[in-house]
T-cell receptor, first 114, second 113 residues
Framework: AQSVSQHNHHVILSEAASLELGCNYS??????LFWYVQYPGQHLQLLLK??????LVKGIKGFEAEFIKSKFSFNLRKPSVQWSDTAEYFC????????????FGTGTRLQVFP | EAGVTQSPTHLIKTRGQQVTLRCSPI?????VYWYQQALGLGLQFLLW???????NRGNFPPRFSGRQFPNYSSELNVNALELEDSALYLC????????????FGQGTRLTVV
């Protein structure tokens, strides 16, 4: 069965620290990969996505993610976090077919302190 | 342009009752997805409707059901509520399939007591 693993459940950082959130998936074929963010009190919104091409994807607010096919990973990175990055981050994956559903990881709660 | 809207925002139900949650997708979007976000479990896929038809279903019992109307809005029905149904229920819409950005609503917080 398809699954997504986010190993960091809760991450606490100081402002300006670098961030890397892990995401591994199991899927037996071509994948589409997503990172969504849920700021406190707000709805889920897309940070970035990978469908094909350059495995290094840049998203909004300075976030980027790298697709490493051999490792089944799609880790999220940001060189210098801000207090406003405090949120919950979800990795998600689906296949290329129209019938494929979007599978989410359990999420990583990020707290950034000034 | 209005985003995905869900109603109600919060509700409290008693075990054994039935509940109906509603979702209005973004104008022009034909697909509606329902997810359950329970504490510590991430988003669990519930149901996917497109053009009025159920396209896919997650690993939930039959007491979770729904439908999509001709205007593409959708309802999620949960019968015989159990305590573990307490969660945030999220609706998302896309223009057609999930191979594009999904837009989420704010969710309905259901508490079963």
């Amino acid at each position: 069965a398809q699954s997504v693993s986010q190993h960091n459940h809760h991450v606490i950082l100081s402002e300006a620290a670098s961030l890397e959130l892990g995401c591994n998936y199991s899927y037996g074929g071509t994948v589409n990969l997503f990172w969504y963010v849920q700021y406190p009190g707000q709805h889920l919104q897309l940070l970035l996505k990978y469908f094909s091409g350059d495995p290094l994807v840049k998203g909004i607010k300075g976030f980027e993610a790298e697709f490493i096919k051999s490792k089944f990973s799609f880790n999220l990175r940001k060189p210098s976090v801000q207090w406003s990055d405090t949120a919950e981050y979800f990795c998600a994956v689906n296949g290329p077919y129209n019938t494929d559903k979007l599978i989410f990881g359990t999420g990583t709660r990020l707290q950034v302190f000034p | 342009e209005a985003g995905v809207t869900q109603s109600p925002t919060h509700l409290i139900k008693t075990r054994g009752q039935q509940v109906t949650l509603r979702c209005s997708p973004i104008s022009g979007h034909t697909s509606v997805y329902w997810y359950q976000q329970a504490l510590g479990l991430g988003l669990q896929f519930l149901l996917w409707y497109d053009e009025g038809e159920e396209r896919n279903r997650g690993n939930f019992p039959p007491r979770f059901s729904g439908r999509q109307f001709p205007n593409y809005s959708s309802e999620l029905n949960v019968n015989a509520l159990e305590l573990e149904d307490s969660a945030l229920y999220l609706c998302a819409s896309t223009p057609g399939t999930m191979n594009t950005e999904a837009f989420f609503g704010q969710g309905t917080r259901l508490t079963v007591v």
